[in-house]
Every structure is written in structure tokens, then in C-alpha cells.
């Protein structure tokens, strides 16, 4: 946490009573007023977060996260533990108030946070309790880990949501078909910190086709290769997609009689040759090499903390931007988090895993 | 070539330029350094600038590019938004910086230069398309363009490459100066290629100004004489002139800050909502405000007009010497270092609306903001006590530097078995609302201009206008004995100030 932000913890578990969480919070507020001495407290919010854990893991993930957030999003952040399987009261809650100081003033601006913590059926509370305790007239973004699965909880948070944030960096093959499925829903956007994390590289291996380079060769082309770590397939397709979706290629057919997966792709006037290698040992994607039926070839290789570029003029390398969780959330959470393009995109790579 | 790449399409989180060149004139200058290369590398940091893309700094001092980098690396390095630097956008960003010396009035120069940038141009696959800046004394604008004109650097042509002029203030110093310099620039240059910069519109809560304005339905309807009361624009400066004294003694704060700065504020505040965002449609509103501020009659200036200068004293606990004793201020002088202005839009929307403007040096502290006193509510339903513990007119407060920021300032009760009236701030700041710093005005503007958006851009009308009504008041300072008011350094102006405003019943905010 940021050295300039103060916490007020109520330091012991509330019940289940909203009343009695909302009456903790406020004596929180005035306990930070109190040591605010003579500026008020002002609070900022402009989103309901609800985060959602099951494991210690993804709590503590959830909990880091939410501290990150702190300095850059000013909201009620519900962290929702959710443990079928373990003992002890059904239903706990926590609240916590994390104040900031005002640049060039003492003024504070405060966030809040509530810990729900549900043990065996006191899952089934989790929907109402959030309802509750979201503050009205701001949007709320459910905050996922890993695949939303078939379940009411799911069903009932994200009828009040309207973003869902999701990571579908490591997911599983049928990942991305249930990220889709959920983002057809009308009431919410996705926002997919995986695609916002290969922003800066797409817009790196798009401006290799900028002139000097003829981009038309985007047209022409008869192989893509793409090679990556063998956890980051699913963030591959995504990329995949996102040229299958910019080139409007066609239908994937897939090639059956290789060790990794391949697939030809109809284009304007031919075939595309995709072939996917989740062997390397760089982290995340290691290499993307384009080649024409002209012989034109441009190929875009991470090394480091950089991307090297190799096409029509001298190799050339720029900084590969990586960006932080939370740069990613408030990124997801913004106008922009979610976009037809991620839409097209994901569409295209859910049919890389699902080849004809 | 970007229009064809179908990569390029859809890519949201940006607006990203052609590929193109962007030459400084007066590159070895303390803007270059402080604001422009700073705002550049931040770009680069960003990913903002095309991959194709050079800096070419131009000053008569000859420096090699490794001396120029080096110089720039150390300029980032303090004025940089995003410190510290990142090496690995720092070495690219670097292989894009150049030096060429020359001479702005040299014809040998531009040829020279021309040569340069085309040779850049086929090194790094730039298309032709250019950003001249012109970041040089006032005095060299008309050389500069004419001789970039009769290089072949810059034309009329409105098509590609694209070939772009950003012109930096002040943009003439009077009326009949600003008209010259248009024709000398727009006997050159397109109207469309011509970017006269004033940092202030680059600003964020100047953008919010019509953000708050138009995209919500909640103000617009109060925003008008109905409901308005007063409106106080206020751009004070903590600091004295630092050394300045030669320049100051020609501006003065009127030149200095009112007819650029403040005057682009007061006509956002008070334009009608434009057709579009488009940049004419913007402009074309902002110039009807200012061709609506109605004219002070002859003789009358100083009912409208406070000047002042100030006298040594203490600001924010520092020791401030007096105007008089700047270096390089003439003895007696009578430059304004402080001057106040009410001023009337002669406008359906305005009318009988009085806009306080003040702007001044060694103020108590450095603030920028336009303040919406409303009209008080009709009836004192709670009684004279009520109104004199602490009921106060309904402010809305749009700070535009420093703590960028909105608050509305209402009446409340004040728990208890009495009915006692607070008023209370409610604040929105930019600092702490979102979860990311707004950019530096020249970040923005110079994106803009190579993106080819002139709306944060003046346009030459509009300059001229400004210049029409400030340089009334010039004419009549100049042909008056009166003496300038004092005021002591760190305080809020002179007490003729106070008087402009108590005359109509009001009072400056102490912001």
C-alpha cells in the first residue's frame, strides 16, 4: 500500500447485519475525521467492486489487489470468500476504510472495503449482502478469478454488475467459450485484463506494418507463426483472433496431423497457414513471424524487457510495456476496458479452440 | 500509409499520429527543455508517437546530436512526467532526436534544413509530414515562416504530407501587431496548418470546463444571467517576475496573461454549446463571445479596471522584493503587475451578468479558477440570523490549477436543536477521482497538432478579437497621468479592486 494512504480497520467481525456493517463504516469516517483535525473528510467513489475469492490464494490476490486499487479507484470494494467446505459461522464481515492524503492539503479521501466471508451455505447470502451494500448510482464490476462457472452466485452478482473483469491469461481450453458465452449477456461488459495486457504489444506488431512496410502484405499473407509458453496459450488465440478478426480471415480448419496445433484459415484470394508452438521459454508470447506468398516477412521476438522487430528496414527494438494488475483493472473499469474489437477477437480465438 | 493498415483499425486505446518529423525552432531554449522534450518522451513512454518519427531540435547554437541528446536526457530526467527516466524508452526515444543549427532569418539555413529532413525522411520512412514549432522570440515568427514558405518547407496545400506551424504566445502585442502577423502567417500557411498554441486550453479541467458543461443536463440550465449572479475568473501567479524585468516591463499581466490565458477561459465558461467537437465549431463559439464583450467606453477604464503593482512583502513565508526593484524594470515604472477587469457579454445568455477577471503576480498563492456565484434563493425563509452565521450564495468552483477540481458550495444545517446554516464544500478532484494523472497541457497539444485536431488550438479571429478589446485599454493607460495602484507582495491585490466589485455588492472569493 501506498505510504500515503491510512487505514482504519473495525478489527472485529460485524455479523451479517447491513445496518451494523454501514454503522461500522461510518465510525471509521469519523474516526478518520477525528484525526483529520481541522480539514473534513471527503469521499470518492466511483465504483462498486465486487472481488471474488474461494481460495487463501486467490484471497490474498484479491486482498492485494484491492489495496493497489486504493490509490486509483475510489470505490466500495466487496471481497466476496467464498468456502463450501469449511467450518466456523456461516456468515462473517469485515470492514476496513482507507484513507488518502490530499496532495498540497490535509484533506482525506477515503475508500472502503468489506470482507464477506461465507462458509458452507452461507454462500447463498453472498448475492443479497452484496445487493445491500453496494452505494447507489455508481456502476459495479465483478472482479473474477479464473472462469465464472455454471452457478446462481454468478448468475445473481452479475445481474447487478455491469462489467464483469475477468483474466483469461491462463485459462483453460474451454476458458475463453464461457468468457464469450457471459459477455453475449446484455446487462454487463467484459473487460479481459489478459487482451489489455497485449495492448502494447498489438500496437507494437501493428506498427510493423507501417510504412516503409507495406501493409497490404497483411493481404497476402501464407503463414503466421506464433510461438509461446505453454501457459499462455490462451492469451496466443486471443492474438490470433485479433489478426483473424482485423484480416477478416475465415473459419479455421484445423490440421490434424501435427505435434502442435495448426489450422489452415481461408483469406481474401487463399489459405493462411496458423501455426501455434506452446514450447518456449520465454514467458507469455515469445514470437510472431508473418510471411507473404511474395516472400515479404516480418517477425516480432521478445527478448527481455524489449520486442525486436524485424521487416522491411534494419532490425529494431523498442520497450515491451508490461503493465501492473491494477494499471489493468482501471483500464478494464474505463470507457475503453471493453471493446468490439475484444469481442471480435475472442470470437475468433474461441473458434481456434473449437476448430471444424 | 497508417490509414491502410488494417492492424492500426480498432485499436482503442489510442490516437496515434502519421509518421512525421517535428522541428523545434529555438531548440536550445528553456521551453524546449522544460516542457516540449519532456512532453515528447512522455508520449514516447505512453506509446503515442508513431514508430516513424524524429525530433529535430534547430538554434543558432551548434551542437552535435549526441550533445543534444545528452542535453535532453538531463532535461527529462527533471521535467518528465513519468520519472525516472525508462531506459529502454529512453534509448529509442533518443535515436529519434537531431540537431541542426541554423539561422532563423538565414535563407541558407532552411535549405540546409530541408536537406536534413529529407534525408531523415528516407532514413526512417517518414512520408514528409512535418511539425514546425516555433518556440523563438515573437520578433522572429514572420521571418521564420516566410523563409519556411520560400524553402518549400511549408504551403498553402491543404493535403499530404502534411505540413503543420505550431506558433507560440504571444501572438502579437497589440491589435494592430496580431493582424500583421496573421497576414504574414496566412500569406504563407493555410489557416488549417496554423496552431497558435495557448498552453491553458491543453489543460484538463479547461477540457472539463465543457464536459461539465455540456455532458451533463444539471448546469447548463442554471448557466445563464437567470440563475448567475457573478462570475470571478481568477489566474494569480505566487511568484514575481523573476528576473524578468526586461520582458515584463513590455507585456504586463494584461498581455501576459488576460488576452491569451484568461480570455480563453472566460470564452469557454461562457460560449453556447457548439454544433460539434469539430475545432471550427468550437472556435466559431468561442469567437462570438469575445466579439460580444462590450467594449468600455472612453474614459470609463477606470470603472472597469483596477491595475496594480506590488510592493516588496511576504509570500507563503518567502521575502519578495518590490516590482520597482526587479532587475531590468525601468524606474517608475507603471506596468501592471496585478489588474482586475468587469467585463459584460453583451448576449442573450449574459446579459446584465457581471465576469470579474483579475490576474496578477505575487499573489499569496498560485491558483487558477472560474468561479459561478449563483443568485441567492429568493426568499430568507430562515431568517436574518440564519443568513448571517453562515448562509452564502450556491458557488460552483472549477479549479484549473493547482488540485485540478469541481466543488459546489451549498448551506446546510448544522446538527442541532437550532437552525443554524453552514455552508459546506462538496468536491470532486481530479487528483484522487481517477485512478490516473491527466497529462501535461503540451502532451496534449502537441498530440493534437500532429493529429491534425486544431480544437485546443486559437484561430486567428479570435486572437484578433481579444487583442481588439484588451488593446482599448492599453490606449488608455498609455494616454493617462493617473498613478498604479500598489499592493503588498502576498496579498490579494489592491484595496481598488475590492472597491470594483463592492460597487455592484460583491466580493472576490479568497480561493
Redesign the interface.
Known amino acids: 500500500m501506498s505510504p500515503d494512504v491510512e487505514r482504519f480497520t473495525g478489527g472485529h467481525a460485524v455479523g451479517v447485519d447491513v445496518a451494523a456493517i454501514e454503522r461500522d463504516l461510518a465510525g471509521l469516517w469519523r474516526k478518520a475525521s477525528a484525526s483529520g483535525a481541522e480539514r473534513?473528510v471527503?469521499r470518492?467513489c466511483?465504483w462498486n467492486l465486487v472481488v471474488h475469492a474461494t481460495t487463501d490464494a486467490e484471497l490474498a490476490r484479491a486482498k492485494t489487489l484491492a489495496d493497489a486499487?486504493v490509490?486509483?479507484?475510489?470505490s466500495r470494494t466487496l471481497v466476496l470468500s467464498q468456502r463450501t467446505n469449511a467450518l466456523g459461522p456461516e456468515v462473517e464481515a469485515f470492514v476496513t476504510a482507507n484513507c488518502?492524503m490530499?496532495?498540497?492539503?490535509g484533506k482525506l479521501?477515503c475508500t472502503e472495503e468489506i470482507t464477506i466471508e461465507a462458509r458452507g451455505r452461507g454462500s447463498d447470502h453472498l448475492p443479497s449482502l452484496t445487493r445491500a451494500l453496494l452505494v447507489p448510482d455508481i456502476p459495479t464490476a465483478v472482479l473474477w478469478a479464473g472462469v465464472p462457472p455454471h452457478a446462481p452466485l454468478v448468475d445473481e452478482l452479475l445481474a447487478v454488475a455491469d462489467r464483469l473483469v475477468v483474466d483469461t491469461t491462463h485459462l483453460g481450453s474451454d476458458g475463453l467459450g464461457r468468457i464469450e458465452q457471459l459477455g453475449n449477456k446484455a446487462t454487463h461488459k467484459v473487460g479481459d485484463l489478459a487482451w489489455l495486457r497485449t495492448?502494447?504489444r498489438?500496437?507494437v506488431?501493428?506498427?510493423?506494418?507501417?510504412?516503409?512496410v507495406d501493409?497490404?502484405m497483411?493481404?497476402r499473407l501464407k503463414r503466421v507463426s506464433l510461438d509461446c509458453a505453454p501457459d499462455a496459450v490462451a492469451s496466443a488465440k486471443l492474438m490470433l483472433g485479433w489478426?483473424g478478426a482485423?484480416?477478416s480471415w475465415g473459419t479455421p480448419e484445423a490440421i490434424d496431423d501435427r505435434d502442435a496445433p495448426g489450422w489452415m484459415v481461408p483469406r481474401q484470394q487463399g489459405k493462411v497457414l496458423v501455426d501455434l508452438s506452446p514450447t518456449a521459454t520465454t514467458p507469455g508470447i515469445a514470437r510472431l513471424a508473418f510471411e507473404s506468398d511474395q516472400g515479404e516477412r516480418v517477425r516480432i521476438t521478445s527478448t527481455d524487457?524489449?520486442l525486436t522487430i524485424e521487416g522491411a528496414?534494419p532490425p529494431h527494438?523498442?520497450?515491451h510495456?508490461t503493465l501492473p494488475d491494477?494499471?489493468l483493472v482501471?483500464?478494464a473499469l474505463g470507457p475503453?476496458g471493453s471493446?468490439?474489437?475484444y469481442q471480435a477477437a475472442l470470437h475468433r480465438a474461441v473458434e481456434l479452440e473449437d476448430p471444424t | 500509409m497508417t490509414d491502410a493498415n488494417p492492424l492500426r483499425q480498432g485499436l482503442v486505446d489510442e490516437r496515434l499520429p502519421e509518421p512525421c518529423t517535428l522541428v523545434i525552432f529555438g531548440a536550445s531554449g528553456d521551453l524546449t527543455k522544460r516542457k516540449l522534450v519532456p512532453a515528447l518522451y512522455t508520449l514516447a513512454a505512453e506509446r503515442l508517437l508513431p514508430s516513424s518519427f524524429c525530433i529535430v531540435g534547430f538554434a543558432r547554437k551548434d551542437v552535435s546530436d549526441a550533445a543534444f541528446r545528452e542535453e535532453m536526457k538531463a532535461a527529462c530526467e527533471k521535467f518528465a512526467r513519468h520519472r525516472p527516466l525508462d531506459p529502454n524508452v529512453w534509448d529509442s526515444f533518443a535515436q529519434k532526436l537531431f540537431f541542426q543549427v541554423g539561422d532563423y532569418d538565414e535563407a541558407k539555413s532552411y535549405q540546409a534544413l530541408k536537406a536534413r529532413l529529407a534525408a531523415l525522411d528516407q532514413e526512417r520512412g517518414i512520408p514528409g509530414n512535418r511539425v514546425f514549432y516555433l518556440s523563438t522570440p515573437p520578433s522572429t515568427f514572420p521571418v521564420a515562416v516566410r523563409r519556411l514558405g520560400e524553402a518549400g518547407l511549408v504551403d498553402k496545400e491543404k493535403g499530404k504530407p502534411f505540413r503543420r506551424v505550431i506558433i507560440e504566445k504571444p501572438f502579437g502585442t497589440d491589435l494592430s501587431t496580431a493582424q500583421a502577423l496573421n497576414a504574414e502567417v496566412l500569406g504563407v500557411l493555410d489557416e488549417s496548418s496554423v496552431y497558435r498554441i495557448d498552453h491553458y486550453l491543453g489543460k484538463e479541467t479547461v477540457q472539463n470546463l465543457m464536459v461539465l458543461r455540456f455532458a451533463n443536463g444539471l448546469f447548463e440550465p442554471l448557466w445563464n444571467n437567470r440563475y448567475v449572479d457573478h462570475v470571478q475568473i481568477t489566474g494569480a501567479e505566487a511568484l514575481g517576475i523573476e528576473g524578468r524585468g526586461g520582458y515584463f516591463e513590455q507585456a504586463g499581466i494584461l498581455r501576459d496573461m488576460v488576452q491569451n490565458h484568461l480570455f480563453q477561459v472566460l470564452a469557454i465558461t461562457a460560449m453556447e454549446p457548439p454544433v460539434s467537437t469539430h475545432a471550427d465549431d468550437l472556435r466559431d463559439e468561442k469567437v462570438k463571445v469575445l466579439k460580444a464583450l462590450r467594449p468600455i467606453p472612453e474614459g470609463r477604464v477606470d470603472e472597469f479596471v483596477v491595475r496594480g503593482q506590488y510592493r516588496a512583502g511576504t509570500v507563503a513565508g518567502r521575502r519578495q522584493v518590490s516590482y520597482q526593484e526587479e532587475p531590468g524594470v525601468v524606474p517608475g515604472s507603471k506596468r501592471e503587475t496585478y489588474v482586475a477587469l468587469k467585463l459584460f457579454i453583451d448576449n442573450w445568455r449574459w446579459a446584465g451578468v457581471p465576469f470579474y477577471l483579475r490576474s496578477a503576480k505575487a499573489m499569496p498563492k498560485k491558483v487558477t479558477e472560474v468561479a459561478l456565484v449563483f443568485r441567492e434563493a429568493p426568499l430568507r425563509l430562515f431568517g436574518e440570523r440564519a443568513r448571517t452565521v453562515g448562509q452564502a450564495p450556491n458557488v460552483l468552483a472549477i479549479r484549473i490549477q493547482p488540485d485540478e477540481g469541481v466543488s459546489l458550495r451549498f448551506g446546510a444545517k448544522v446538527p442541532g436543536n437550532t437552525m443554524e446554516i453552514q455552508p459546506v464544500n462538496m468536491e470532486f478532484r481530479y487528483g484522487t477521482s481517477f485512478g490516473q494523472e491527466p497529462p501535461e497541457a503540451y502532451e496534449r497539444l502537441l498530440l493534437d497538432c500532429m493529429l491534425g485536431d486544431q480544437a485546443l488550438f486559437t484561430r486567428g479571429d479570435e486572437v484578433e478579437a481579444s487583442w481588439r478589446f484588451i488593446s482599448r485599454i492599453h490606449q488608455a493607460w498609455e494616454s493617462s497621468s493617473a498613478d498604479i495602484d500598489t499592493y503588498e507582495a502576498g496579498t490579494w491585490g489592491p484595496a481598488e479592486a475590492d472597491r470594483l466589485l463592492l460597487r455592484a455588492g460583491h466580493q472576490w472569493r479568497r480561493p
Do not use: K
Open positions: 473534513s471527503t470518492a466511483a486499487l490509490a486509483v479507484v475510489p488518502r490530499m496532495p498540497g492539503g479521501v495492448a502494447p498489438r500496437r506488431i501493428a506498427g510493423a506494418f507501417d510504412a516503409p501493409a497490404g497483411l493481404y489478426l482485423r484480416l524487457a524489449c528496414g527494438t523498442v520497450p510495456v491494477e494499471a482501471v483500464a475503453r471493446d468490439r474489437l
